[in-house]
């Protein structure tokens, strides 16, 4: 086969859809139709036409006809509407008055732009019209309707077979095939051997074999289609930073550069081999590919919502995707431990690997996938609350393995994909016994426990102090009680046991306070909580689930209960279709099964029903996972593949990575993913291959300047063709670990308990409303070096997001992020200019600069070296080092302000029942024995002068940007 030939390779499916189109557009452009020809045409296509577009208004309800126009029936068009002029001339379309509606011509019908018909679709109208307008009985329709239910593939799309929608008319649709390319089976491209050869040696790395590999095969043979010619590859000094910021997020050190350099100079095909498996194997490959999978999950370390409790534990399952990448664990067996690592955890018929208490440890910590979606029990109904769960997991796992959202057909069969809302509520049975809380789980060996004490003393004197106004104000309180009983010759009770007395019976609520302090009653009882919860930190806990009987829960406290009461020994969950979404409306009953329109039946399910998972309450789970890692589910390795090349080039080759469905994206080279998805799987899954694969081709180390601008606007203006390197900018945390890393601060100390940077002050002591009360203040991390840490460690309040992370786009954990947003807005600018996050980062590099050297020529160079790769060209030197005297001559002459941080604040609440104001004090006891960063008031005149410098550079787009 010649490149040319099997750069266009179709597959057999789409080709027979476009020979059986071309052959009836010329059959239905003929004047003259058969009149049976015309039934088949009206019922299977211009009826539908008219449901889709009209009925709406004028049909669906015969009750609210719009102008009193009724189109369910030749009769009623011929009727017409209020003004009783026919609709329709039978035999004369361009006569028609709903001809000329739909053309826009008379009324402008269906009104919205989106809706008006294409040009196709009214040619339908018309030649129905022009035939006649023959409207055929039901029972005609009826069985032209179901002989068309056995032709499998025709000129309006193809069936897909599925568990069968809600009604006929959904369950028979038909899709066209290249909509729908992702439920189709992976079909591995035939492509030339000597070209497949090349797949080994870039997967290994072997520079003695020049032969093309097959991603740059698939990637070349498109561009010589669209007249393109691919730019030649970058210049190493690019190569090599490109390489570390996408593995690891960090830049080179100047000594790194140049070592690279060297060995490109001496071979660069196994320098650039050696550099990537270097990089593959450093523990910060798994920080920065965990941040990924982490935006898609919506990891956060609190619940959001009215409360925002804090998830205490949460941080065990960031670092165990952080581990899972490190260590290459195959995809499949990520997948599984993700959804039911607790299944497998106490599976007594599992291998006796599983009894190591570390594997335990680690799949129930696995499971905390389950629990990274906001959630909270305040204000909603038990039953409410238990689906709102469930609707959230089962979104959750559709995008996030299988690149599908599930959300679309709660509700109601999908309107797009091949999804009925049956099989949406078979998915959420699976997960009807699912029950979210805090599991007892000890922690591993190589789970990083340092600052346990450090961090268990600060959050017990918070919580120490708490109580003890509480306690104050409690004695206060019932003392007073004590004092009104007297008083009425009764006997004292307490709060709880007085509460249901007459109030004749017993004294006011808040008895002996004042206003003010009621209020701060009910603030110091949230602390209590708050408090409570946070030291559960330090406690041998994972966010997890397991499976059981619905019951009451309260987010404040999630457990698995000890003894299940007799009524639920023998409980099963019982699930249904609800009806439009709503609880109150239960439909059809469903047992436990998967996506039934993928075609891949469960093992071991019955024939009956090939798309059945167990309804034991343990295991549904496990099988769900099971078919989600399965090697022929068409969704899954396509999803991650296309994920993985997206973070390698700035897009994926489906441009909707959590949406694979009709209305998502197509792959631009659907070869080449459906090439890549069945690698990974025949290479076992690992992600480290695939990365070696993409890494070592051609395509991946091309330079990012476009030598044929005009040329690529016209042809490919979004450069998904590849013709040259797709340039990024640094996501948020890149940014501000780089900075960390080229001033010195940057603590590399992998895992652990979250870092608490400092953010904007004002951010930080702001009031932050939760249910009935005030959250604490942020508190940053009280030393450098706890603070300093990479910023996928940092604490994430759902409700508090870090001004300087959020301006620089990154993605609040609410919602599944497939996708950064990279778009450049002013207030990046200012924040890089002015923000204390790069002010503290530029005085550190200067006070590094300046302990290198007194030399300022030597300090400029320095600078570059550090934060640009390079050393200055001769201009730049000239005109910083002048730049660098003047503004030390200015800030001789200015002596700046020292920073003090408050120990306490004032806060100001409305009493819930009284509506008066009141005021509490607010302890920050971080703050007492807190090590700040070096502030400018702390370094002479110099020093500042050359922070200015440092603060320029981290401003570059040389700096900001990949290329």
């Known amino acids: 086969m010649t490149k040319s030939l099997s750069c266009v390779l179709l597959f057999l499916l789409v080709g027979a859809v476009s020979y ?70 039978p035999g004369d379309a361009d006569e028609s008055v709903l001809v000329q509606s739909i053309r826009w011509e008379y009324n402008e019908m269906p009104p919205k732009e989106n809706d008006r018909l294409t040009a196709d679709q009214i040619q339908l109208v018309e030649r129905w019209i022009n035939a006649g307008a023959p409207w055929p009985d039901d029972e005609t329709r009826a069985k032209i309707v179901l002989e068309q239910r056995d032709v499998q593939l025709n000129e309006d799309g193809m069936l897909i077979s599925t568990s069968g929608g809600l009604s006929d008319e959904w369950s028979y649709r038909r899709y066209e095939p290249e909509s729908i ?5 992976l079909q591995r491209p035939n492509i030339a051997l000597d070209t497949l050869a090349g797949s080994d040696a870039s997967a290994s790395g072997n520079s003695d074999d020049k032969t093309e590999s097959p991603i740059d095969f698939f990637i070349n043979c498109q561009l010589t289609d669209a007249g393109l010619t691919a730019v030649g590859q970058a210049h190493p000094r690019m190569l090599v930073r490109r390489a570390y910021y996408d593995l690891i997020g960090l830049p080179p050190t100047p000594i790194q550069i140049e070592q690279f350099l060297a060995a490109w100079n001496h071979d660069p095909d196994l320098a650039w081999s050696r550099l990537v498996d270097e990089l593959l194997e450093s523990p910060h490959y798994g920080e920065r590919w965990a941040q990924h999978w982490l935006d898609v999950v919506r990891y956060a370390d609190t619940g959001g919502m009215a409360n925002d409790y804090e998830r205490s534990n949460a941080w065990r399952y960031r670092d165990y995707v952080i581990n899972a990448f490190n260590d290459d664990k195959p995809y499949d067996q990520f997948i599984r431990e993700q959804l039911a690592g607790d299944e497998i955890a106490f599976d007594e018929t599992a291998d006796d690997e599983i009894t190591d ?42 995008q996030s393995f299988l690149s599908m959202p599930m959300r679309c057909c709660k509700c109601h069969d999908h309107k797009f994909d091949p999804v009925p809302t049956r099989d ?111 030291r559960e930190r330090f406690l041998p806990m994972a966010q997890s689930v397991y499976n059981g009987p619905d019951r009451a829960q309260n987010a404040r406290k999630l457990r698995r209960p000890e003894n299940q009461p007799e009524k639920k020994k023998n409980w099963k969950p019982e699930s249904f279709i609800f009806i439009g979404g709503s609880l109150s409306s239960k439909g059809e009953e469903v047992t436990p099964g998967v996506l039934s329109g993928c075609g891949l039946a469960v093992e071991g399910s019955p024939t009956s029903d090939p798309y059945a998972l167990p309804t034991t309450i343990s295991g549904r789970r496990l099988a769900l996972a099971n078919w989600i890692a399965d090697p022929r589910n068409p969704l899954t390795a396509r999803s991650f593949v296309n994920r993985n090349w997206q973070h390698h080039f700035g897009h994926g080759l489906v441009r909707t990575p959590n949406n ?111 249910q009935f009360s005030l959250a604490p203040a942020y508190l940053p991390s009280p030393t450098p070096a706890e603070r300093n840490r990479r910023s996928i460690y940092a604490y994430r309040v759902r409700g508090q997001a870090d001004p300087f992370m959020e301006v620089m786009n990154k993605p609040g954990p609410n919602e599944s992020c497939d996708l950064r947003d990279d778009a450049a807005v002013s207030p990046q600018a200012f924040t890089l200019i002015n923000s204390d996050v790069v002010s503290d980062r530029s005085l550190a590099l200067a006070i590094r600069l300046a302990s290198q050297s007194n030399r300022r020529e030597d300090q400029v160079a320095l600078a570059f070296e550090l934060t640009l790769g390079r050393k200055p060209t001769s201009d730049e030197m000239t005109r910083l080092t002048a730049y660098v005297s003047e503004m030390a001559d200015y800030h001789a002459d200015v002596q700046p302000t020292p920073v003090s941080y408050p120990t306490e604040i004032t806060r100001s609440l409305v009493e819930e029942f009284t509506g008066e104001p009141f005021q509490y004090t607010e302890w920050l006891p971080v703050f007492e024995n807190y090590v700040a960063d070096t502030k400018p008031d702390q370094v002479d005149a110099p020093t500042r002068a050359l922070a200015d410098l440092c603060l320029l550079l981290f401003n570059t787009h040389e700096f900001i940007y990949v290329y």
């Not at 009621?518 to 708050?530: A, C, F, N």
């Not at 063709?721 to 945390?733: G, I, M, P, Q, V």
């Not at 601060?745 to 992998?750: D, K, P, Q, S, T």
Request: glycine share 6%; net charge negative; hydrophobic share 35%.
């Open 181 to 185: 390319w992702a439920f189709m089976p």
């Open 660 to 770: 694979f469905g009709v209305k998502g994206d197509s792959p631009s080279h659907p070869e080449l993913l459906d090439w890549l998805a069945s690698e990974f799987i025949d290479g076992g899954m690992t992600t480290k291959r695939m990365h070696r694969m993409i890494m070592m081709s051609d395509v991946y180390r091309r330079s990012a300047e476009n030598h044929e601008p005009d040329k690529t606007a016209t042809v490919d203006p979004d450069n998904r063709l590849l013709s040259y390197f797709h340039s990024r900018r640094l996501t948020a945390e890149e940014i501000r670990d780089s900075m960390l890393m080229v001033s010195g601060e940057l603590n590399l100390n992998l895992g652990g308990l979250p870092a608490r940077p400092e953010i904007n002050m004002e951010v930080a002591l702001e009031p932050r409303m939760i």
């Open 20 to 89: 059986l189109w071309t052959g009836e557009v010329s059959a239905v452009e003929q004047s003259a139709v058969e009149p049976s020809e015309v039934d088949r045409e009206f019922t299977l296509k211009v009826l539908p036409l008219l449901k889709e577009k009209c009925f709406g208004c004028h049909g669906s309800d015969p009750d609210d006809l719009r102008g009193d126009f009724d189109m369910r029936s030749r009769e009623s068009l011929l009727r017409g509407g209020e003004t009783e002029e026919p609709s329709i001339v």
């Open 424 to 534: 949406y509520y078979r998915f959420y049975a699976a997960l009807a016994a699912t029950q979210p809380a805090e599991i007892p789980t000890p922690f591993s060996n190589r789970e990083n426990t340092a600052g346990f004490e450090e961090g268990s003393k600060l959050v017990e004197s918070l919580y120490g102090y708490a109580k003890k106004r509480v306690e104050i104000l409690e004695k206060k309180r019932e003392d007073a009680a004590r004092a009104w009983y007297k008083e009425h010759g009764l006997e004292y009770k307490n709060l709880e046991d007085r509460k249901q007395d007459k109030d004749e019976d017993k004294p006011i609520r808040a008895v002996g306070l004042t206003e003010s302090e009621q209020g701060e009653l009910k603030v110091r009882e949230q602390d209590v909580w708050i408090w409570n919860r946070r």
């Open 357 to 398: 208490s570390s594997l335990r440890s680690e799949r129930i910590v696995a499971t905390g996938f389950l629990r990274m979606g906001p959630f909270d029990t305040a204000m909603v109904a038990q039953d409410e609350a238990r689906q709102i769960y469930r609707d959230d997991l089962v979104h959750n796992i559709g």
